[in-house]
């Protein structure tokens, strides 16, 4: 149980906030590149409680920038590309790529040069597309080239899911919650004869143990089945500080859960598919969103893992209240989770670098490779959103 001092200290997402300015320190994922094209080349994103505006240039460059004009806050989405930067449609006030104004008609030439908007630098990798919203770019880690958008070997897929009424961290902490998949998916598909019965019998059996470990990228996790298919089960890392990497079926898949703002999360899925043969021609990564609605509160909400799971993490609050919880032996993994962020906020908080799955040497980025000692399910079974 937390104090309401703590919650909000590792809840709150927006610029100067302890868990904030953490975060920012991380690269996150913003949306799929691919969506941003010379005849669609601006959209509009929010994250940790910033509205930005990302463009494509004349010239195919990416720009991040604050989507309100510094004079009267107009959005930029209905400003004007140039060959050198993007002009209000307001009052035609034009800022270059790296934010300055560097026009403001009807205005004395003297004051251009005070007026900036924040940018932030962009980088691209499997079809994703990436934000680094620290304070000092020049201090920004590597991008880690995680496996499944490194990857040359296969097809690759990107789905958006929906919008979630939640905190992020009450969806993250579930990746540390190793016992959850007995009831949640394994009891629910069972007695409910569910789509997710095949893989939910994987589940559904007696959990002997489980562990925890503290490792470079985050938490290690470990359960052991008894019954009538024992198993050790060592499943992948949770990635620090929001992001699950998990195998589904044949693919290999993450997911980037990134703060819109305090109260709502943006789940990024990355599903690769290896190719069967040795072929390392890759397909064009495709990209889909899916809809935005609310729960129903009926049985069509638990249809798949993914649904399981967010209904469990939305029922929870808006911002899930820890200092109400009853925590126990099973949730040590949680605990864990949590200290680890404390201290990595501490460390922000003292001008420092976060330690946690931070890349910085080049010759340990060629490609990160987790590999499951075990498979939730068969790999020839086509794969199901497991948000866990």
Not at 150 to 167: E, F, K, Q, W, Y
Request: proline share 7%; with cysteine.
């Amino acid at each position: 149980m937390l104090t309401q001092e703590q919650n909000d200290r590792l809840t709150q997402v927006g610029p100067g906030k302890p868990c904030g300015e953490l975060l920012r320190r991380y690269w996150q994922a913003l949306c799929p590149s691919g969506e941003i094209t010379q005849d669609n080349p601006k959209k509009r994103v929010r994250i940790l409680g910033e509205d930005l505006l990302v463009y494509r240039s004349e010239d195919g460059e990416l720009v991040c920038i604050d989507e309100h004009c510094a004079h009267r806050r107009a959005s930029l989405f209905f400003g004007f590309i140039e060959p050198d930067g993007i002009r209000c449609c307001y009052h035609g006030w034009k800022y270059d790529r790296h934010g300055k104004c560097v026009e403001r008609p009807f205005e004395p030439r003297s004051a251009t040069e005070r007026v900036r908007l924040r940018t932030y630098p962009l980088a691209e990798l499997g079809g994703l597309l990436f934000v680094y919203m620290g304070p000092d770019p020049t201090r920004a880690p590597l991008l880690p080239r995680w496996d499944v958008l490194a990857r040359t070997d296969g097809r690759r897929s990107i789905v958006v899911l929906p919008v979630h009424d939640c905190n992020w961290l009450q969806i993250q902490e579930n990746t540390v919650d190793s016992v959850h998949t007995y009831y949640l998916h394994g009891h629910m598909s069972v007695v409910k004869k569910l789509p997710t019965l095949a893989q939910g019998r994987y589940f559904y059996r007696p959990i002997r143990s489980y562990d925890w470990a503290v490792c470079d990228w985050g938490v290690e996790k470990t359960v052991v089945y008894g019954g009538e298919r024992p198993e050790i089960e060592i499943r992948p890392p949770l990635i620090f500080p929001n992001v699950l990497r998990i195998p589904e079926g044949p693919v290999e898949a993450m997911h980037f859960r990134v703060p819109i703002d305090d109260t709502h999360t943006r789940i990024f899925w990355v599903g690769f598919r290896p190719n069967r043969d040795d072929t390392t021609a890759n397909e064009e990564t495709t990209f889909t969103y899916e809809p935005d609605k609310p729960l129903a509160f009926d049985d069509g909400d638990v249809q798949t893992f993914y649904g399981q799971d967010r209904v469990v993490w939305e029922t929870q609050g808006a911002i899930f209240d820890r200092t109400q919880e009853t925590l126990g032996a099973s949730d040590r993994g949680i605990a864990m989770f949590r200290r680890m962020l404390a201290e990595q906020i501490d460390l922000v908080e003292r001008g420092e670098d976060p330690k946690v799955a931070v890349v910085r040497d080049p010759a340990k980025n060629s490609i990160i490779v987790f590999e499951s000692a075990t498979r939730p399910y068969a790999d020839d079974e086509e794969h199901v959103f497991v948000a866990r």
